[in-house]
């Protein structure tokens, strides 16, 4: 008789004990409202998440996959100019931030010219350096005079 009601007892405990980490309320928070990053920029991601007894780590995704994806746990990568919308979701709650993407301007241009052409040749071999080395040279276009 003792050990049924040890029993019962361990099991009521139990049950007491799960159903209070069940009503535990769970909160998602990022540190900021709105990122702002270049393309090609990574950003590693955080959220608060606010509950205890939780070793949950939050999920992260983009609303745009064109212009961010995330490709690792709470690691972004821009992709193209533009603007979406980052969610961090732990147990069923999320929360929101507002990602902005920018073109990267060139800071400088350098041409480096053949060191030999020869005559007759109707073509050589130019080299252009765009800096930061992130720029998009994509619509870069030449012109020869």
């Known amino acids: 008789m003792k050990r049924l009601i040890s029993i019962i007892s361990v099991f009521f405990c139990a049950s007491l004990l799960v159903s209070c980490v069940e009503d535990l309320e769970v909160t998602v928070e990022f540190n900021q ?3 702002e990053i270049s393309v090609g920029d990574t950003l590693d991601l955080t959220a608060e ?3 205890e007894n939780t070793l949950k780590s939050p999920v992260f995704s983009s ?3 064109k212009v961010a994806e995330v490709v690792s746990a709470g690691r972004l990568v821009a992709l193209d100019a533009g603007e979406t919308v980052i969610t961090a979701e732990v147990e069923g709650k999320s929360a929101t931030a ?3 993407v920018s073109l990267v301007a060139a800071e400088s241009i350098s041409i480096e010219s053949p060191e030999s052409v020869t005559p007759g040749l109707e073509w050589a ?3 252009a350096k ?3 080395a992130n720029f998009d ?3 870069l276009e030449w012109t020869f005079t």
């Open 33 to 35: 409202p709105v990122y």
């Open 49 to 51: 998440v606010k509950v």
């Open 63 to 65: 609303s745009d996959k």
């Open 98 to 100: 507002q990602l902005k």
């Open 125 to 127: 071999t130019v080299v």
């Open 130 to 132: 765009v800096e930061p």
């Open 137 to 139: 040279c994509s619509n």
